[in-house]
């Protein structure tokens, strides 16, 4: 599965696509499965500039509790300011918020955004 996210551009949020629209928690964002258009949302996304930075596909995997983004990068951005669980979504606490607090995935996402300079 995929997600899509970008940054909002007036306040830097963290945000995730669902059904045409911007949405500020990882539960709320529209999953995409392998056969399910997601470069479709990705283009839409790049084409509302004044809104968002910088879209991009997420893996996200299924666990025991729910769904929650692969790389451990990913999960921290949806976790939103991890400076002190008293600030933004940690804060607001949920169900969405515990899952991606206890889910355990890697550390890089394979064939994620970055690629590295092999030598």
Do not use: C
């Amino acid at each position: 599965m995929r997600a899509l996210t970008a940054n909002r551009l007036i306040d830097g949020e963290v945000v995730f696509w669902a059904k045409g629209r911007w949405v500020e928690r990882f539960a709320d964002a529209e999953l995409f499965g392998e056969d399910a258009p997601a470069e479709a949302a990705e283009a839409h996304g790049k084409a509302q500039p004044t809104l968002v930075v910088e879209p991009y596909l997420i893996e996200v995997v299924e666990t025991d509790e729910g769904p929650a983004p692969a790389a451990y990068r990913e999960r921290l951005r949806a976790l939103g300011p991890t400076n002190t669980p008293q600030h933004g979504k940690q804060a607001e606490g949920g169900h969405d918020i515990a899952v991606l607090s206890h889910s355990t995935a890697r550390a890089r996402a394979s064939g994620g955004r970055t690629k590295l300079i092999k030598r």
